[in-house]
């Protein structure tokens, strides 16, 4: 039992009304978007300094074996909220902007688990997991339902989908904000709308090129992935995205102050197109990524110094990972690539966003609960899909049955209590090629897909053969063990067949 539970409620409150760590804490989950393991100075970075966040990892545990559920975002996005594999459902892959929702009102969520505490719920940030009914056939100047409201958040104010993908406009509470009337929005991820220039044919307009896709519709002097036309005065400004969205998250702590809150603050940054406000520009020396990296690193500090002021940093949890792991040129020239120097996204791991390599899905990882937490290092193997199981343990609520399937409660762990960690965790990558790892070994599945991605010079880890690597020795997966260790290999692909028959 939490020790928490064991004082007597009334001491706290005599003693300290505010601070004092209660069994609903606030938990903010700050979820950084293509930020890699070796992004931030805690963990290692050299050329690129995260004062907050390492500020933040100070106090609290920093993870080096967290895991998101998948190397890209709607997938990671969706099994953390869901608590289930996303490889067990279709549709869950990237999805395009005009997606309609992808976790159905009927299922339970994560924020549910917060909601059946008591706790005020909100989403603010980057969404990329669909809305309204069906796929193309949202009304962008209406209520677009299903969304967030539909799925346990009392609030949301998010991008529909990524940066780079139409529509580029705030979408809060369901309805696109700053829409005029006259001057409605349509999407479109077949063609282009009659007369509307694109980045294929007009790239005399664009003030950032894109470098591979990214040559549709143009907002803000960048090109796109769709097309969209109309909501002039709702377009968003790519500069003002991580003040605008960390406004919204400041504001939600704020008008939630005196109840427990839980609040999902889900970055664009270090996203492309890597638009950074003018006062980040030039602050990391390695252009777009890396000031966006800074900007991330400032919102998270906007978030701390909030809930300081507001004398709620004893009884907040605040949990920082990223959806996938990092990559350089995503689809826009935007210098990241010429200007990386000796920095490395994804620190010692093999690969980044879309693969199968440590790169893609080891990410970031923090918690931190100052008073009640102890600051230090955890190398326990930990994943996202267990958000949901973890905080119903914590909040002492009763999952309904068939809910978060894959979901697992590792409290003990994820508090640096003393627990394990996960006995094993399957990963997939963008081709949806599975792997299996238990801490120390990794089996990646045959399966197919390129080895390699050129436009993003990226190793994806695809291979038609088994491979096995020892993550204890070999961290960079240099070298492939499989042939000399079949019972290792033949236990890693029985328990991934037992995972997967799961299957409902
Ligand atoms: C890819 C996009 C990439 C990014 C990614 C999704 C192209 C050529 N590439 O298809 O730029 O948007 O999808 O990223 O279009 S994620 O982090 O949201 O998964
Ligand atoms: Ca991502």
Redesign the pocket.
Known sequence: MPFWVLIPMGCIAQTNPVQSSSSKPNVVFIYA??IGFGDLSCNGAKTIKTPNVDLLASHGVRFTNMHSSAA???PSRYALLTGEYAWRREGTG?ATGDAGSIIRPERYTLADVFKNAGYQTGVVGKW?LGLGDKTATQDWNGHITPGPSDIGFDYSFILAA?G?RVPCVYVENERVINLDPNDPISVSYEKNFEGEPTGKLNPELLKMHPS???DMSIVNGISR?GFMKGGKSALWKDEEIADVITRKALAFIEKNKDKPFFLYFATQDA??PRVPNPRFVGSSGMGARGDAIIEFDWSVGEVMNTLKRLGLDKNTIIILSS??GPVVD??YKDRAVELLGNHKPAGEYRGGKYSSFEGGTRVPGILSWPGTVKPGVSDKLLCQVDMPATFAELLKVKLPSGAAPDSENHLDTWLSKGGKGREYLVLQNVNNNLSIEDGKWKFIAPGKGAAYNQQTNTELGNLNQDQLYNLSSDIGEKSNVASQNPEIVGKLKAKLDQVKALNK
């Open positions: 978007d293509d890209t975002c709607t990237i990329h990524t780079d591979h896709g990214h992935i996203h492309v959806d996938n995503d689809g």
